[in-house]
C-alpha cells in the first residue's frame, strides 16, 4: 500500500550478486570504510553507537558528480557543523598545493 502510494516500483536483485544492488552496496562500502577509519579497535565493538555521527559526517561532504552535498540535495541547505558554529559561519578554505614532477 505505502509502495502504490509513493509509486514506488520495488526491485529484487539476485543473492550474492552485488551488480544487481551496485548503488546499496557502493554506499555500505562508504559507510564500513569510514568507521573503520573513524574508530579505534575498542570502538568497533561498538559501531552502532557511532553510526549517526558517521553518517552525518558523510552526508556533509561534496558529490564530484553533482557538486552539493546530500544534505542540500534532501534539506535543501547544508547542515551546520560544530566547526561551522565555532567559526561564526565563515568558511574554512584549505589550500591544496600542486608537486610539480
Do not use: M
Not at 549517526?52 to 559526517?57: D, G, H, I, L, Q
Request: charged fraction near 20%; aromatic fraction near 10%.
Amino acid at each position: 500500500a505505502v509502495l502504490a502510494f509513493f509509486n514506488i516500483k520495488p526491485t529484487h536483485g539476485t543473492v550474492y550478486k552485488c551488480a544487481s544492488t551496485s548503488k546499496c552496496e557502493r554506499q555500505n562500502k562508504r559507510i564500513n570504510t569510514a568507521l573503520r577509519l573513524t574508530l579505534t579497535d575498542k570502538q568497533l565493538n561498538d559501531w552502532d553507537l557511532y553510526l549517526n555521527y558517521v553518517c552525518f559526517a558523510l552526508n556533509g561532504l561534496r558529490s564530484r558528480h553533482t557538486g552539493v552535498t546530500p544534505n542540500l540535495l534532501v534539506f535543501g541547505r547544508n547542515l551546520y557543523t560544530p566547526l561551522d558554529l565555532t567559526l561564526n559561519g565563515q568558511p574554512v578554505v584549505f589550500e591544496q598545493k600542486s608537486k610539480k614532477y
